[in-house]
């Protein structure tokens, strides 16, 4: 399994933006698709964004479509969730996902081989 250490959450005021990193290790990176989910207390974990293992293809929850962007750098071994325009209900941990293969894209959480830790992102009103 893939190794995936998440980063740059934090607190931010609505309106504003935040990037996340997820560095991954241990296993070849471009042979993995990636999503970030994300958890807010007493809630589910809900899928925000995925993308394919050339980066090529990605899909979004439509609660962040148009704000939020997920991309990713197969030379650092990293994908990124750029989060625009940032809203109080967009508080939770967000975890980032990793599913072994080169196929089609997926929002099941149950379809992912590996996780990370989470970072927390908390945004003020």
């Known amino acids: 399994q893939v190794q995936l250490v998440e980063s740059g959450g934090g607190l931010v005021q609505a309106g504003g933006s935040l990037r996340l990193s997820c560095a991954a290790s241990?296993?070849?990176?471009?042979?993995?698709?990636m999503g970030w989910f994300r958890q807010a207390p007493g809630k589910e974990r809900e899928f925000v964004a995925t993308?394919?293992?050339?980066?090529?293809?990605?899909y979004y929850a439509d609660s962040v479509k148009g704000r939020f962007t997920i991309s990713r750098d197969n030379a650092k071994n990293t994908v990124y969730l750029q989060m625009n325009s940032l809203k109080v209900e967009d508080t939770a941990v967000y975890y980032c996902?990793?599913?072994?293969?080169?196929?089609?894209?997926?929002?099941?959480?149950?379809?992912?081989?590996?996780w990370g830790q989470g970072t927390q992102v908390t945004v003020s009103s």
């Open positions: 996902a990793a599913k072994r293969g080169r196929g089609v894209l997926t929002t099941t959480r149950y379809e992912y081989d590996s």
């Open positions: 241990g296993r070849t990176f471009s042979n993995y698709a």
């Open positions: 993308i394919n293992w050339s980066g090529g293809s990605t």
